[in-house]
Structures are given as C-alpha cells and as structure tokens.
C-alpha cells in the first residue's frame, strides 16, 4: 500500500515556475515507477512526466518536455515536479501516481494515486 500526498501547487504568472512534491508512506515506494498527471477542468486527464522506480529513466508528454523536470529521492520517499516557463495552459489539478512500469504511467494507469494540487498560471 502506497499513500500519496501532493504540496506546493498555487498561483503563479506565466512565465513563472513552480516545485511539486509528492510525499509518499509505505515501504514500498521504491517498488514503484512514478509519475504525474493533470486534469483541467472539462478535459481528460493528461499524462505529464514518468520516472522509472530507480530515478534513472524519465519521460515525458510533448505539451512539457523542456519545461517539467521529474524527479525522485527513494531515501526520503518524495517525488518532485520541477516546472518552469509555465503558460496558461498548464492550468490543472497536478496528480502524483504509482504504477507498475512507465508504460502504465504513460497510459494513465494507476495502482496509486493522491488528492491532487491546483496550479493556476495567469496570464
């Protein structure tokens, strides 16, 4: 069983960034590949950034790449979302999420997943 909780969503200007972290219970984080995903209103949700159980492979959704740096620290059980040059358009609930393999992250598929943080750029 993994529990997760996302922090440090807010407002900010586009152009801006801003840190997402996801701090995770359970012996088993290190088991898993990572991932976060967003849900704008009336839209479905949207893979963003994966990261491999080790840290060592990443991946990332076209709409962000450049932009968002995943990350993982196994040691303290946290995942981080390093976003910069944010635009209007990445306003969304920000969702951190466990699953088996990248591939299942890239899908939107889930075991595990937290209540979200809002992240608002205004223009």
């Known amino acids: 069983q993994v529990q997760l909780v996302e922090s440090g969503g807010g407002l900010v200007q586009a152009g801006g960034s801003l840190r997402l972290s996801c701090a995770a219970s359970?012996?088993?984080?290190?088991?898993?590949?990572m991932g976060w995903f967003r849900q704008a209103p009336g839209k479905e949700r949207e893979f963003g950034a994966a990261?491999?159980?080790?840290?060592?492979?990443?991946s990332y959704a076209d709409s962000v790449k450049g932009r968002f740096t995943i990350s993982r620290d196994n040691a303290k059980n946290t995942l981080n979302l390093r976003m910069n040059s944010l635009k209007t358009e990445d306003t969304a609930v920000y969702y951190c999420?466990?699953?088996?393999?990248?591939?299942?992250?890239?899908?939107?598929?889930?075991?595990?997943w937290g209540q979200g943080t809002q992240v608002t750029v205004s223009s």
């Open positions: 999420g466990a699953s088996g393999t990248m591939e299942l992250i890239r899908k939107r598929s889930f075991d595990y």
């Open positions: 990261i491999s159980w080790s840290g060592i492979s990443t």
């Open positions: 359970g012996r088993t984080f290190s088991k898993y590949a």
